[in-house]
């Protein structure tokens, strides 16, 4: 099942406060009336002159950084990337209730190709390879259309072949995670202190490049952010299982005058805030600001209590063991003890990166440690297949189970990440 999105504009969104996103039909994945979204040009004319027009100083001055969260620097991350024999656009958006980036594949596919191309040419790979969930059917015709269409522009403007193809990604947690896209695409799992380049692959999100084509082809300075807006949206006249998706949301701008242009009630004192997604997201306030790496807001009620006491299992992928523990105690818990996913390694800078992610090592021994240091309720942020494994054993041995992602989840009107579900596997090339 795909989640429902509607896009807005929010240029006009900004300029019109007025007319907010019920210009949009509620519940449809549709363009609203008021959006600014470009009508997009034939690819011949979206595909870079001259490949050598010193794209890496163009990308470097508009100041683009990684879109995806990183936040790693786009021009450095190319000039790294030189002699990579692949370009991969990590197309995956797998934290749940966000859905920005499935959307610009819809409406800017020809956008995101060009900015792919330009990636290649800059490393000078042969291959682009965009990493997709086929569950996205819409935002796939759409690629699959540019692809082609750039395909045979490049033929027909004597520029050579290009081999650009699609991959199904399972849709699963963390499929975007850069080692896992590595894995699943190019079949080589590289160690958690390693990039991409060491199995000859660059890894960009597909913002960052519709991004590098503005740079590049628009000359264009990073000035805004797409983001996704979820959860408690009462209000804005969506149901609360749809995503709002806007557009170049200005860069500055600040969480409360995003929530105020959709006429969303403000957060009560009870509800929760985050930038990002679930998952990964941060905890934040009303007067922090649109980033280049946001994700989204996304709008919380409270936990549900839990008598405690509960123990936390750390996921290199999911929540920080920071957000954890404010999570236990808002749900007015005691902590039994805190145990790590087997497969997350603790780097040199003290960072958690996971040794496989989202292949499950076995939850057994961390989630029998807690029930011994006294838990009767565990925590957890783990990714979908190792959820699926507590899910397996906890509640055998009588501990209630809480997932880091459920406060959003619920309010998202979404299904919980800790029910148990089989993944389908990853089809090849399209
Ligand atoms: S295997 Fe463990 S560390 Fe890796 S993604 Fe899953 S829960 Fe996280």
Not at 55 to 75: K, N, P, Y
Not at 296 to 322: H, K, L, N, Q
Not at 403 to 412: C, K, N, V
Request: a negative charge; charged letters at 20%; glycine letters at 10%.
């Amino acid at each position: 099942m795909v989640r429902k999105h509607c896009i807005v504009g929010a240029e006009s969104l900004f300029a019109q406060q007025s007319q907010h996103a019920n210009s949009a039909v509620p519940g449809e994945s549709a363009v609203a009336p008021d959006s600014h979204v470009a009508p997009v040009a034939p690819a011949a004319r979206l595909l870079p002159d001259d490949p050598q027009a010193d794209a890496l100083s163009l990308i470097r001055e508009a100041g683009l950084v990684g879109m995806g969260g990183a936040g790693f620097l786009t021009w450095k991350k190319l000039e790294y990337g030189k002699g990579a024999s692949v370009v991969i656009a990590n197309a995956a958006e797998c934290e749940p209730l966000l859905a920005h980036n499935i959307a610009r594949l819809e409406t800017d596919a020809e956008r995101i190709v060009s900015g792919l191309i330009i990636a290649m040419r800059i490393v000078g790979a042969s291959k682009g390879i965009v990493a997709i969930k086929a569950k996205n059917v819409a935002a796939v015709a759409s690629l699959q259309t540019a692809v082609q269409s750039a395909t045979h522009s490049a033929l027909e403007a004597a520029q050579g072949s290009l081999d650009l193809s699609v991959f199904f990604l399972q849709d699963r947690y963390p499929a975007g995670d850069e080692r896992a896209i590595v894995r699943d695409v190019l079949g080589t799992l590289i160690a958690p202190t390693s990039i991409p380049g060491e199995a000859g692959a660059v890894v960009i999100n597909v913002e960052t490049l519709l991004r590098v084509h503005e740079a590049v082809v628009d000359r264009k300075p990073v000035t805004t952010k797409d983001i996704t807006v979820a959860g408690l949206i009462d209000g804005s006249g969506y149901e609360r299982d749809t995503s709002i998706v806007l557009y170049d949301v200005p860069i500055g701008i600040s969480l409360r005058e995003v929530l105020a242009a959709l006429n969303i009630a403000e957060p009560g004192p009870d509800a929760q805030l985050l930038t990002g997604g679930p998952y990964m997201g941060n905890a934040a306030q009303l007067d922090d600001t649109i980033t280049a790496t946001c994700g989204g807001i996304m709008i919380a009620g409270p936990e549900i209590p839990d008598p405690g006491p509960v123990g936390i299992i750390v996921c290199a992928c999911g929540a920080s063991e920071e957000r954890l523990k404010s999570i236990v105690a808002a749900e007015g818990a005691s902590l039994a003890g805190i145990e790590l996913c087997k497969n997350a390694v603790r780097l040199p800078n003290g960072r958690l990166k996971c040794a496989n992610p989202g292949i499950c090592p076995g939850q057994a021994q961390a989630v029998l440690a807690l029930k011994k240091q006294g838990a009767t309720g565990l925590l957890i942020g783990h990714c979908t297949d190792c959820s699926n494994t507590v899910m397996q054993i906890a509640p055998k041995l009588g501990l209630r189970v809480h997932h880091a992602t459920d406060a959003y989840l619920r309010a998202g009107d979404e299904r919980l990440v800790r029910s148990f579900r089989k993944t389908q596997p990853a089809t090849a090339h399209g």
